[in-house]
């Protein structure tokens, strides 16, 4: 079974803050990302990385950077939380190649106030 | 720009009432279309994928299809436990291997007793 632990259920900041949201895989998978989800926006992906040290933006990157360490270590990175940032983040895995499913975390609800 | 429509928004059905969720897309290169259950306060959970027109792919009360422009979700004799948000998302070639999902904004099916 594929597992992707996110460190926090519920975490509430204060604006100004420096955030680090943490997520791990135990499937040696390739690729990781990182979403966030609000109501009547849906999913919206933030960041990816494809290997080790190495990452991607995605639609919405500003406000956050990313950091991959280690292969099954993906962290997302709130410099300066603000207001704005409060949303369902969620982190998922997959494997390289033509047909990488993406599994998900159970999800980080961040409140800042 | 990669988008994904999801109708309706939200659906109320009688247990047992069969019924279809909608997905259109546009993409340039479509890689793949996922469908995904989320139970509400939980990640997204892997239903199907698929990868070219015509494919089908069932799954106990639920059977997914894919044309050139649209995917649907077709649900028979659904029972409570059938209730969530069900979600579709594409991949696209010209985003690169790893890349993330596009996703829509889901359609929200209840199924009462």
């Known amino acids: 079974d594929v597992k992707v632990t996110q460190s926090s259920r519920y975490l509430v900041k204060r604006t100004g803050e420096k955030v680090f949201l943490e997520c791990v895989q135990d499937?040696?998978?390739?690729?990781m990302f990182w979403y966030r989800q609000d109501p009547g926006l849906g999913l919206r992906l933030i960041y990816f990385s494809y290997d080790v040290k190495m990452k991607e933006k995605g639609d919405i990157p500003e406000g956050y950077s990313v950091s991959r360490e280690k292969k099954e270590r993906f962290s997302l990175i709130l410099e300066s939380a603000s207001t704005n940032q409060t949303s369902m983040y969620l982190c998922a895995s997959s494997f390289g190649g033509a047909k990488n499913i993406q599994y998900f975390g159970a999800g980080t609800r961040l409140s800042v106030l | 720009e990669d988008q994904v429509t999801q109708s309706p928004e939200a659906l109320r059905l009688q247990e047992g009432e069969s019924s279809s969720l909608n997905c259109s897309y546009t993409v340039s290169g479509l890689r793949g279309l996922f469908w995904y259950r989320q139970d509400p306060g939980k990640g997204p959970e892997f239903l199907f994928t698929?990868?070219?027109a015509g494919e089908e792919k069932e799954k106990e009360r639920l059977k997914a299809t894919l044309t050139k422009k649209e995917s649907f979700l077709h649900i028979t004799a659904p029972k409570p436990e059938d209730s969530a948000t069900y979600l579709c998302?594409?991949?696209?070639?010209?985003?690169?291997?790893?890349?993330?999902?596009?996703f829509g904004k889901g359609t929200h099916l209840i199924i009462q007793p």
């Open positions: 698929l990868y070219s």
């Open positions: 499937m040696d998978h390739e690729n």
């Open positions: 998302a594409v991949q696209a070639y010209h985003r690169g291997g790893a890349d993330g999902l596009t």
